[in-house]
């Protein structure tokens, strides 16, 4: 019997997941728009045999205060994910490329002939990560005023799905003959049209390109909310979740898998992977060093407009002692991580300015030694908790670099994590079956 594999991401911000990671010195100020750069990080992500790296991505500059915004390095500064993905595939050979597109302001045909041509580009590397996105300030680049109700762009991000999966079966897996004797390019019975007509979408189709490497590149989603699980449980192959207490991750895992054998699906072809974050080094206490230092790098402004913008309220003029305010009615941020943020102030009776200190804290990061990190991993790994992590990076490079030349040693050392790549494909590295060309009749 074949023995569980654990699986790892790369999720990968130019200047860091932390906010004032970008301030650290060695990280390059430019890190966001430096191609050789990301493209170095990449390379050691491939190197450790990582099964993917991932480039998530916001469609506008957040509508926080300007003494908040002008500290903040991600959003304002960073390339656009898919362009960087067809960059990557140049000089990456095995390493997965998943890049963020939002089914709120994208169009399907667009978003399938994108994730198309990096699958080809790539050799069947490619991977699209599904969201609604997050703001309004997102909405008023698309001629809009104030983002889609939190239903509507489910029930868009659903047909939008749809659509990309059925463009992609354009070409049966044999349609292409490319014969250059008789003439003949492709089968035409072998073509079909998508002749879609819903409540968002009309797109006729067929697309203008074979069918992906992978039959269709690998789909990943972060659900949190009810609608939001039931969309990842229905089409993701990878599951991204925020990083959980064992026995919540544990129950988030389980309903997650259940849902999507109720949909049909076989459970194990469906991967969660909470976000791990950490700060590495050979001791606790040396590891606790470097983060203090960066820690006070950070404005606590910008931890507090973090706390807000997750929590969906507006905090300002409000004392650091009190707690949370009421959620407004018909608040519409992301459903799932307000409602984890009012349960652990909840349950843990935390003040705002508790929630701050979390945030600026490093927000759950693992904060100590390999062998404490890998504790963590396997620990959640076993015990139904997770199939892999998404390991994001407070700060670049060090943090990325000793996740992979300290963890990955010791999972490895543990027979939790590969030695080297046993497959050519993002399929293959996750253990996932390649999907059967659909055939309309």
Do not use: C
Request: charge should be negative.
């Amino acid at each position: 019997m074949t023995r569980r594999q654990l699986h790892l991401n790369g999720f990968l911000k130019g200047a860091g997941e932390y906010h004032a990671g970008w301030r650290v010195p060695g990280n390059p100020p430019d890190a966001g728009v430096n191609f050789p750069f990301l493209a170095e990080q990449v390379r050691r992500l491939e190197a450790a045999t990582f099964d993917s790296v991932f480039l998530p991505d916001l469609l506008g500059v957040p509508d926080d205060p300007p003494e908040v915004t002008e500290r903040v390095a991600w959003s304002n500064d960073t390339l656009e994910p898919t362009t960087v993905l067809a960059a990557l595939s140049a000089v990456t050979s095995r390493i997965g490329l998943v890049a963020t597109a939002s089914t709120s302001y994208h169009q399907p045909y667009t978003v399938a002939r994108v994730f198309a041509s990096l699958d080809h580009l790539s050799k069947g590397r490619a991977g699209w990560n599904v969201v609604t996105s997050l703001n309004d300030a997102e909405a008023r680049n698309f001629g809009l005023g104030t983002h889609l109700p939190h239903a509507v762009r489910y029930r868009r991000a659903e047909e939008f799905f749809d659509v990309v999966a059925g463009l992609w079966d354009s070409f049966d897996d044999d349609a292409v003959w490319a014969d250059q004797t008789t003439g003949r390019f492709f089968d035409p019975a072998k073509l079909h049209w998508l002749h879609h007509h819903g409540e968002f979408f009309d797109v006729a189709g067929p697309l203008n390109i074979r069918r992906p490497p992978q039959g269709r590149p690998v789909i990943a989603q972060a659900g949190s909310s009810s609608p939001g699980r039931a969309l990842a449980a229905r089409i993701a192959d990878v599951v991204f979740t925020r990083a959980l207490p064992l026995i919540d991750a544990q129950a988030y895992y389980a309903s997650v898998k259940d849902q999507a054998a109720g949909f049909g699906r076989d459970p194990d072809q469906v991967l969660v992977l909470p976000e791990l974050a950490t700060v590495v080094a050979p001791t606790r206490a040396e590891a606790e060093d470097r983060f203090a230092v960066v820690r006070d790098l950070l404005d606590p402004r910008v931890a507090l407009a973090d706390v807000a913008y997750w929590a969906g309220v507006d905090l300002g003029g409000l004392p650091l002692d009190a707690p949370l305010p009421p959620l407004p009615a018909g608040s519409n941020r992301s459903a799932g991580a307000q409602a984890e943020i009012y349960a652990q102030a909840e349950r843990d009776s935390l003040t705002i300015g508790d929630l701050v200190r979390i945030v600026a804290d490093g927000d759950g990061a693992i904060i100590g030694t390999p062998a404490d990190v890998a504790d963590h991993i396997e620990e959640h790994f076993t015990q139904g908790a997770a199939d892999g992590f998404n390991v994001s990076f407070p700060w670049q490079p060090e943090t990325l670099v000793d996740f992979t030349e300290l963890v990955v040693p010791e999972l490895r050392r543990r027979g939790l994590f590969r030695t080297a790549y046993t497959g050519a494909t993002l399929r293959e590295h996750l253990g996932l079956d390649r999907p059967p060309s659909h055939r309309p009749a």
